[in-house]
């Protein structure tokens, strides 16, 4: 089952996490939420993005600034 996780923290910031994508889908698939919310700060990659296998992927985007 492919999944976004978000979570907004007290300072603002959001962490996106997707399962169930591979290799770069995970990506695309969360590109809309980067045009609705503005810059990444940090990207962070798991091996199954490399792998070709299940992905999962983090993405910190500040909510207000």
Do not use: H, S, W
């Not at 910031?13 to 700060?41: D, P, V």
């Amino acid at each position: 089952m492919k999944q976004i996780i978000i979570d907004v923290l007290d300072d603002g910031e959001i962490q996106i996490e997707t399962r169930g994508f591979t290799g770069k889908t995970c990506i695309e698939e969360t590109e809309f939420i980067k045009i609705i919310l503005g810059n990444e700060i940090t990207r962070q990659l798991t091996t199954c993005y490399y792998t070709q296998g299940k992905a999962a992927v983090k993405k910190y985007l500040p909510l207000c600034g």
